[in-house]
T-cell receptor
Framework: NAGVMQNPRHLVRRRGQEARLRCSPM?????VYWYRQLPEEGLKFMVY????????ESGMPKERFSAEFPKEGPSILRIQQVVRGDSAAYFC??????????????FGPGTRLTVT | GNSVTQMEGPVTLSEEAFLTINCTYT??????LFWYVQYPGEGLQLLLK?????DKGSNKGFEATYRKETTSFHLEKGSVQVSDSAVYFC?????????????FGKGTKLSVKP
């Protein structure tokens, strides 16, 4: 059973470009979470999605950031018009369905975004 | 609001020393508590967890006990190895579904010298 997969692992963008980060959850997992880790800090929750639904986006910046988890395919975190302050490691985590007894989260290896 | 506070690092120990990393939390209700470990250049791995008061989570020689009276979840290991060098994160979760997002402490970097 493959773990949570994220790609790309490293992404370099110039200011003003768009960044697209992808996350494929573990098989059988229908919940996806995105977190951001700034240098020397812990992870901060951004958004929680289920298939075709955003459940909680209380941690998402109000502008330029969006996320989706379509019926088919990976979850996408999209950052438009990137700025240097967006440079960080972005981690995706997945967990089993709401009905599962286990709701711990399994993390991917992260995408390290560098904005030049 | 909910929060996690863990001791600041870095922590440097010699091999076979005893390790304690303190973690306290603030939360309403009965959160679940976790320790995650992050090795250099990698994502987070779940190290151990506890879902109710007085539960003890354990894995790979690490232990932590959920203490509701002191709102603490301190991580301990009796004899650390060089391979334990990593950043350790304490986290809490209020539960499943929309309350399931994890709240993390800032992390404690551990370096173990041979």
């Amino acid at each position: 059973n493959a773990g949570v997969m994220q790609n790309p692992r490293h992404l370099v963008r110039r200011r003003g470009q768009e960044a697209r980060l992808r996350c494929s959850p573990m098989k059988g997992h229908s919940h996806v979470y995105w977190y951001r880790q700034l240098p020397e800090e812990g992870l901060k929750f951004m958004v929680y999605l289920q298939k075709e639904n955003i459940i909680d986006e209380s941690g998402m910046p109000k502008e330029r950031f969006s996320a989706e988890f379509p019926k088919e395919g990976p979850s996408i975190l999209r950052i438009q018009q990137v700025v240097r302050g967006d440079s960080a490691a972005y981690f995706c985590a997945s967990s089993p369905s709401r009905d599962s007894l286990s709701y711990e989260q399994y993390f991917g290896p992260g995408t390290r975004l560098t904005v030049t | 609001g909910n929060s996690v506070t863990q001791m600041e690092g870095p922590v440097t120990l010699s091999e076979e020393a005893f390790l304690t990393i303190n973690c306290t939390y603030t939360a309403t209700g009965y959160p679940s508590l976790f320790w995650y470990v992050q090795y250099p250049g990698e994502g987070l791995q779940l190290l151990l967890k506890a879902t109710k008061a007085d539960d003890k989570g354990s894995n790979k020689g690490f232990e932590a006990t959920y203490r509701k009276e002191t709102t603490s979840f301190h991580l301990e290991k009796g004899s650390v190895q060089v391979s334990d060098s990593a950043v350790y994160f304490c986290a809490l979760s209020k539960g499943r579904g929309s309350q399931g997002n994890l709240i993390f402490g800032k992390g404690t970097k551990l370096s173990v010298k041979p």
